[in-house]
């Protein structure tokens, strides 16, 4: 075939695509109108997971399986955004690794509204002025992010979907090289989880605390002797060059991210169940608290502890494990659990396709 014939080959499959995206599309508004009138949470994780793997079974290539559940995630970002106008709260500022991660969950069809703290995000989905949340719980370098974990506990928000993004850390500056930097602007986390790079590469930049990516790029300004630390969507947002790519300690540095829901969706068949509870303060309580697990052979994917604010010297333990919390033994497993602890609450149930 010729170019001027490929091309026209081209256009008539726009035409059939097109026409097929708004046939999809009008019945994704009629089930969207049912779920309204039955009063369901119109975003379903499950649903959009099946989906996901589905179009990548159907998949023959030339086009990669990312590429096309990134084409698929807008497909569905749209639809839901004719469904119900949706927002999506999330830690800011634009361009933050919060921002990205809740683009790559929700795509780019929908309203989302920075926050400037953890809290805030809950605040702003508790209150109903966003739909859904997105937050950081866990860091693969540093670990838990404590005041995600901290709120979670008096909260009546649900776990309803997670993201893992990896973390790419970049150098942004203006300078023609690394050695005209002499400011270094960065969050805490961030200079965690590159310190050994910056002490490498740059020994003499003056560091500069920040409160986000987002911010350190912000503040670099045009100066050509500053730099900041973030990823490539700050660099784009901001129009900051990246000096030097992947500059991370840890290679396989990535951020676990939740998206906090009022109601948990229905099990997939894969997913995570998260559980908070507290133990008496007695030899073989935190045994005796988790044997159920392992009676009922339920994988534990994460256990973490954190000191509870209501009372001195007591303990939360925050506990990922395989199955849907609707399972049979998953909930006869939280059941037994209770009667070894004197607080127990279910975070959420939701997919664990990350």
């Given at each position: 075939m010729s170019l001027l014939e490929h091309r026209k080959a081209i256009d008539t499959l726009d035409a059939k695509i097109?026409?097929?995206?708004?046939?999809?599309?009008?019945?994704?508004?009629?089930?969207?109108?049912?779920?309204?009138?039955?009063?369901?949470?119109?975003?379903?994780?499950?649903?959009?997971?099946?989906?996901?793997?589905?179009?990548?079974?159907?998949?023959?290539?030339?086009?990669?399986?990312?590429?096309?559940?990134?084409?698929?995630?807008?497909?569905?970002?749209?639809?839901?955004?004719?469904?119900?106008?949706?927002?999506?709260?999330?830690?800011g500022p634009v361009a933050t690794y919060s921002h990205q991660a809740a683009l790559k969950r929700f795509g780019s069809s929908l309203a989302y509204a920075p926050q400037k703290t953890i809290a805030e995000v809950f605040s702003e989905v508790s209150k109903r002025r966003a739909?859904?949340?997105?937050?950081?719980?866990?860091?693969?370098?540093?670990?838990?992010?404590?005041?995600?974990?901290?709120?979670?506990?008096?909260?009546?928000?649900?776990?309803?979907?997670?993201?893992?993004?990896?973390?790419?850390?970049c150098l942004l500056s203006h300078a023609a090289s690394k050695e005209a930097i002499r400011k270094l602007y960065v969050h805490p986390?961030?200079?965690?989880?590159?310190?050994?790079?910056?002490?490498?590469?740059?020994?003499?930049?003056?560091?500069?605390?920040?409160?986000?990516?987002?911010?350190?790029?912000?503040?670099?300004?045009?100066?050509r002797t500053s730099s900041a630390i973030a990823g490539l969507l700050a660099a784009e947002t901001y129009r900051v060059p990246v000096l030097e790519h992947d500059i991370q300690d840890n290679s396989a540095n990535a951020t676990r991210f939740v998206v906090l829901g009022r109601t948990s969706?229905?099990?997939?068949?894969?997913?995570?169940?998260?559980?908070?509870?507290?133990?008496?303060?007695?030899?073989?309580?935190?045994?005796?608290?988790?044997?159920?697990?392992?009676?009922?052979?339920?994988n534990m994917t994460k256990i973490e502890s954190r000191p509870s604010k209501r009372k001195a010297w007591e303990y939360l333990f925050f506990v990922d494990c395989d199955g849907h919390s609707s399972e049979p033994k998953v909930a006869r497993a939280i059941?037994?659990?209770?009667?070894?602890?004197?607080f127990v609450k279910e975070l959420g149930s939701y997919p664990n396709g990350d």
């Open positions: 097109v026409q097929l995206l708004n046939e999809r599309t009008r019945h994704v508004l009629e089930i969207g109108a049912i779920k309204l009138k039955a009063g369901e949470e119109i975003y379903a994780p499950h649903r959009e997971r099946a989906v996901l793997e589905r179009v990548c079974k159907y998949n023959s290539g030339p086009i990669t399986n990312e590429g096309l559940q990134a084409i698929y995630r807008e497909i569905m970002s749209s639809a839901l955004a004719l469904e119900k106008p949706t927002t999506i709260a999330f830690l739909d859904y949340g997105v937050v950081p719980i866990e860091n693969s370098t540093e670990g838990a992010v404590t005041p995600t974990l901290d709120l979670l506990v008096d909260t009546d928000l649900k776990l309803v979907a997670q993201i893992v993004l990896p973390i790419q850390h986390q961030t200079f965690a989880q590159c310190r050994l790079w910056i002490q490498r590469h740059l020994p003499e930049a003056e560091i500069i605390e920040t409160s986000s990516n987002a911010r350190s790029t912000e503040l670099i300004g045009s100066s969706p229905p099990a997939s068949g894969r997913d995570r169940t998260s559980v908070v509870f507290s133990i008496a303060d007695q030899a073989g309580a935190l045994h005796a608290a988790l044997a159920p697990f392992r009676r009922f052979r339920i059941q037994e659990l209770g009667k070894h602890c004197s």
